[in-house]
């Protein structure tokens, strides 16, 4: 008696507990889209204050001046600018902007608020990674039009329609002028308002960002979804559940995991080359300083990587040998630079012990490593680890340091690491943003973050800052390439290609190839 | 919910008659056994392990242990994911384990020990202004602490056991000064202090040992949870960094293949639980049969 | 009693005005939050920008005052990486954190109870001994192990129960039974001997001398006093499950307190790290405090003791 009675009292309290939570979810209905990733980065929704360009969500939310491809080439369809032409001395760029594209508070987007937003990209308050650029590049922007803005530069130039696309960051996105004067920027950036086919709902920071779909929108259409959802899931093993259980629609997934995956009829799709995976030294306060002043050591250290070996097993086979340092290859088409067979480092440790000992160290030298994770790359501990090994084999005598990785990059700016040894999984980019990126790491005057102090290479880039003669850039570009694998003024180990797991409905997709945005407005495109 | 004796009234046996004990006279010899067969293991490691837990093979990574039909006698708990040998790197990670577990106890325990004895013994002010950084301290959560110190200096074998050490030392504080207090209410201590005791006599020769048994039974049962949380650090980037082999960082390298490299992350994971729960259960035992009062321990 | 509850309150916010100094400091020493907000290519002029606009750069006691004067009226501030007031995010989050500790607690008395009683009634024997396996096995599992295992084959092979996020009542087993496992051994100790106390007490004699057969009031009667030390240290056990959850909370991806210090901490967001700190100290204090006062009342020795 007392029994039935003890669980018909147990059974209520759990009943009065369970009505405290909230009302289980139903199936997933096919009008949902939900993506998991493992990393948000920066999580703020304000376009200006994204200091590491992730794009994946803001894609969604907000239109670009110009548009890109998923290849990442300009594209007159996918950007609020349907044309532009550039005054003959390049001093002067004209943008043609749509007509009718209205922002989700039903205002008509015009050149006013192109001017603000790219001001607003620029001002002080702005973190963006190229703003700096933009700030010295850009003299004055004219709206002589409601569908015209004029973007007047301090030298003539080729990439401001570049700088303003999809394939670089953030400054392109046009943002409300009225909407954001009239709730600031704080209001802004906790209920953002943009042009794009998805409109924001809500956001629990580290949680999920949530948004619904805006009707007959001109750049896809009516989107086949009507919510999409980014869920943040550190652990890799609960995002393949919910993609085993059909709770998430995309995913992304680590190398190792995807023959398991394939295994049980996921497709997986992969972004290829999306990274390429470069370690540096860390330069001294006036330059490079130790052993690895001399090109025979830098070179011996290359040499001393099986590169197939590591690419087979570190990351599963889905990465291949790298030989350019801070090569990007997504740029390498765009200059017409082809790497040769004999610029492939050979996997030769018995050469790189006669260098080294042609070099004075036959004993070896120790070389601290930095060992972090990095968003993206989650074999990063492995593969310091890895790689420590091959240069033991050498004589080389590694020590593990591990710290993360904000801890290591101010030991890296502010120079107190010489001859540290650190790494990052490089996102591929075109060849603006790869010369941005070489104007940053391999260029003696940006001080803080150079890695190759080479005033050749100095001369070079210089000199491209100032051309506007494509052909002239690309043979500079082609020649810094060049010198930078000649005098190995890095170790590049390998590319990598990117997983995506998707259930199995989900259909075609393209990822596309620009740096950090995975076109999942693509998925949703009705047209 | 409760089970229902046999028979047909309450039947208790001896229980009722017997006063309330411990779970049995029967010393718990095999969570001594287990004990005792990690720490030699720990200690003969360098003679017993088939290679060095450091040597990378990546051609041989992954290699499942010896009775399973890829396995091999060279590696017979298989290989990780550098390729490096399981068994040797359980041998060597158990002096790792251990040692943290050990000089995190001890270090958080004599300082514990001490502030509970000086607060209990001198009372009044000294006590509350003690127990108010006891407290403090104790609302403190360690893993955040530890979290913090990784990410500051990075994460190391010192920074783990110092960051548990910190927060530890607070619950051995409260616990002693907790029986300080009710020792100082007995009449031996009065007569002590009439004789003219000064306070390191008493705390010395009277209230030390009547507060051992609490130190060992609450030592016994920490060090499995400093094990435990040193996996837990592991996990979130701010325990013993690779390439030293430690349990807890094992597990948590190998927690992305758990079904398609089991070993990786199972075998050290067995290791800890059999490990830690010996010592709990001799914990156990000990508070059980020292003092069954210590119940809310 | 008043005076007691008032003195030990006075006692607790004292603790929690050391602790604010010391995570202050802590905070602080974790490194430069810029390094995480500003791109690679960031100027020191941008640095200095920044710096100003976020308040960095005033002096320390400054800072820690503004902190401490803002922190009474519950503005921690706002978010260096999320650039939103932080007493917003702790609001998202605290609801979660309490409803993941408040369930896994019903489980844990859920696993206590049955084990503790049949460890009582069959003392000695080998149920006894394998309940307290059981339950101590929760304390000797790492508990991010047991989470994977649970999401890797209840949820994503078997399909039993949802693997994460925070939607649904069945989103709350999983996350839920990892979390309260882990003070199950407790629990079960203080029913066991709660009960054999009882069981073992005069009452209970006199009433088999008296051959009454009533086991219903025996047995309420042994598990009400049982339930006494369980109720008393349920406040500890608590904010135990609170502080603890990370773990729990970055498998299930669970949004709690503990996934926001983690974030908090990796990307040296002062003003999280201390509103998060303090937050779970001032619960665990709660905690205690609660405790204190149950056993004050019921035990009014310890009310006395200074």
């Known amino acids: 008696m007392k029994r039935l009675s003890r669980i018909v009292a147990l059974s209520l309290a759990l009943a009065v507990v369970a009505l405290t939570f909230t009302a289980p979810a139903g199936a997933q209905p096919k009008t949902e889209l939900t993506i998991a990733l493992s990393s948000f980065s920066a999580e703020t929704l304000d376009p200006a204050l994204q200091g590491h360009n992730v794009k994946y969500y803001l894609s969604l939310m907000f239109d670009y001046l110009v548009g890109t491809t998923p290849e990442g080439q300009p ?24 007509k009718g594209v209205k922002f989700h ?3 008509e987007m015009t050149s006013e608020d192109v001017k603000f937003s790219l001001q607003r990209a620029m001002g002080k308050r702005s973190t963006t990674g190229y703003a700096g650029p933009l700030r010295t590049l850009i003299q004055d922007i004219e709206t002589p039009a409601p569908d015209r803005v004029v973007i007047v530069t301090r030298d003539p130039t080729l990439i401001i329609p570049t700088y303003l696309s999809r394939s670089l960051s953030t400054e392109g996105m046009v943002l409300p002028k009225k909407y954001i004067e009239a709730n600031g920027d704080d209001g802004f950036a906790r209920k953002p308002v943009g042009t794009g086919p998805f409109k924001f709902v809500e956001q629990v920071v580290g949680s999920h960002i949530k948004m619904t779909a805006v009707d007959n929108h001109w750049r896809i259409g009516t989107p086949k979804y009507k919510t999409v959802t980014f869920k943040l899931v550190p652990e890799e093993t609960t995002r393949i559940a919910l993609l085993r259980r059909g709770e998430v629609d995309v995913t992304d997934i680590s190398r190792e995991r995807v023959k398991e995956i394939q295994k049980e009829n996921f497709p997986v799709h992969f972004r290829k080359e999306e990274a390429i995976i470069h370690m540096w030294w860390v330069l001294g306060p006036d330059g490079r300083v130790g052993p690895t002043k001399d090109k025979r050591v830098r070179e011996a250290l290359n040499l001393a990587i099986d590169r ?12 291949e040998p790298a030989a350019i340092p801070m090569g990007l290859s997504w740029a390498f088409k765009d200059v017409g630079f082809k790497p040769t067979p004999d610029m492939q480092y050979a996997y030769d440790p018995a050469r790189a012990k006669k260098l080294l000992a042609e070099a004075g160290h036959a004993s070896g030298f120790p070389l601290d490593m930095y060992a972090f994770q990095l968003p993206g790359f989650a074999e990063g501990k492995a593969f310091a680890e890895a790689i420590a090994g091959y240069w033991e084999k050498i004589g080389v005598k590694p020590k593990l ?16 690491a010489p001859e540290a040894v650190g790494y990052y999984n490089v996102a591929n980019r075109d060849w603006i943003g790869t010369f941005a990126l070489l104007e940053k790491q391999a260029y003696t005057p940006s001080k803080l973050n150079d890695t190759v102090n080479d005033a050749e290479i100095d001369g070079m880039i210089a000199q491209v800052l100032r051309q506007t003669d494509r052909d002239k850039i690309n043979a500079l570009m082609r020649n810094i390439f060049t010198r930078l694998r000649s005098e190995h003024y890095g170790v590049p180990v390998v590319y990598v290609h990117s997983p995506y797991a998707t259930s199995k409905t989900l259909g075609k997709w393209n990822p596309g190839a620009v740096m950090y945005d995975l076109f999942i407005d693509q998925l949703a495109a009705s047209k | 919910m409760a089970a229902e004796p046999a028979g047909g009234t309450l039947a208790l046996p001896e229980a009722v008659a017997a006063p309330v004990r411990g779970r049995g006279r029967h010393v718990p010899w095999i969570p001594i056994g287990l004990i005792a067969l990690f720490v030699a293991a720990a200690a003969l490691a360098p003679l017993v392990s088939p290679g060095d837990p450091y040597a990378q093979s990546l051609r041989n990574r992954f290699t499942p242990p010896v009775w399973d039909e890829r396995g091999t006698w060279a590696h017979p708990l298989g290989t990780d994911r550098l390729g490096r040998d399981m068994l040797a790197r359980i041998l060597y990670g158990a002096r790792v384990s251990l040692a943290v577990g050990a000089l995190a106890v001890l270090l958080a325990s004599s300082v514990g020990a001490a502030v509970g004895l000086v607060a209990g013994y001198y009372g009044g002010r000294v006590d509350a202004a003690l127990m108010r950084i006891t407290d403090a301290t104790l609302s403190f959560p360690v893993i955040l602490l530890a979290l913090i110190l990784a990410v500051t200096v990075g994460p190391s074998f010192l920074n783990v056991v110092i960051a548990i050490s910190v927060i530890l030392w607070a619950r051995y504080a409260r616990v002693i000064r907790g029986e300080v207090l009710t020792l ?3 009449d031996f201590i009065a007569q002590a202090r009439i004789a003219g005791a000064g306070a390191w006599r008493i705390i010395t020769r009277h209230l030390v040992p009547n507060t051992l048994n609490t130190l060992v039974v609450l030592i016994t049962l920490q060090v499995g949870y400093v094990i435990i949380v040193e996996a837990a650090l592991s996990f979130l980037g701010a325990g013993i960094p690779p390439p030293t082999p430690a349990w807890g960082s094992m597990i948590a390298e190998g927690r992305d293949f758990v079904t398609s490299a089991w070993w990786v992350s199972f075998l050290p994971g067995l290791a800890i639980m059999l490990v830690v729960l010996a010592f709990n259960l001799l914990g156990d035992w000990l508070r059980d049969t020292l003092d069954p009062k210590l119940r809310q321990l | 009693m008043l005076r007691f509850v008032s003195f030990r309150l006075l006692q607790s916010l004292i603790a929690l005005a050391l602790l604010s100094v010391v995570v202050f400091v802590l905070a602080r020493t974790t490194g430069d939050p810029l390094h995480m907000i ?21 002096p320390y006691v400054e800072q820690y005052l503004t902190f401490v004067g803002r922190a009474v009226t519950g503005d921690f501030g706002t978010s260096i990486r999320a650039r939103r007031p932080v007493s917003e995010l702790l609001l998202e989050r605290l609801p979660n954190s309490l409803r993941l500790a408040v369930f896994a607690m019903a489980v844990s008395l859920a696993m206590a109870f049955p084990l503790g009683v049949l460890a009582a009634v069959n003392k000695g024997s080998g149920i006894d001994r394998a309940a307290q396996v059981i339950a101590v096995l929760g304390q000797s599992l790492p508990s991010f192990w047991v989470a994977i295992i649970l999401v890797e084959f209840v949820a994503g092979r078997w399909q039993w129960l949802p693997a994460g996020g925070s939607d649904g009542f069945t989103s709350y087993v999983l996350p839920g039974f990892t979390l309260g496992w882990f003070v199950v051994a407790g629990l079960m100790r203080l029913l066991r001997s709660g ?3 009882v069981l073992d007490s005069e009452y209970v004699k006199l009433a088999r001398i008296k051959g009454v057969v009533e086991r219903r009031v025996i047995w309420l009667h042994a598990l009400k006093n049982a339930l006494i030390p369980v109720v008393t240290f349920a406040g500890i056990y608590f904010s135990i499950l609170v502080t603890t959850a990370i773990v729990v909370e970055t498998v299930f991806a669970w949004p709690g307190l503990g996934r926001l210090a983690y974030d908090g901490i990796t990307s040296r967001d002062f ?33 006395h003791a200074r």
């Open chain 1, 75 to 98: 594209s007159q369809a996918g950007g609020l600018a349907s044309k532009w032409e550039n005054s003959a001395d390049h001093k002067r760029w004209t943008f043609h902007l749509r």
């Open chain 2, 184 to 186: 100082m209410q007995l």
């Open chain 1, 308 to 319: 197939n070996e590591v690419a087979q097993s570190i990351f599963g086979g889905f990465a």
């Open chain 3, 38 to 58: 500003l791109p690679m290519s960031a100027t020191e002029e941008d640095y200095a920008n920044a710096r100003s606009y976020l308040g960095l750069d005033r």
């Open chain 3, 271 to 303: 003003p999280v790290i201390q509103a998060v700190v303090l937050t779970t100290a001032a619960i665990v204090a709660a905690g205690n405090l609660g405790v204190d006062l149950l056993y004050a009342v019921i035990d009014p020795r310890i009310r």
């Open chain 1, 105 to 107: 508070t039903g205002e």
């Open chain 3, 195 to 197: 009960m054999l106390e």
């Open chain 1, 401 to 416: 340091i591990p710290v993360d990785y904000p801890a290591f990059r101010k030991l890296w700016v502010d120079r107190k």
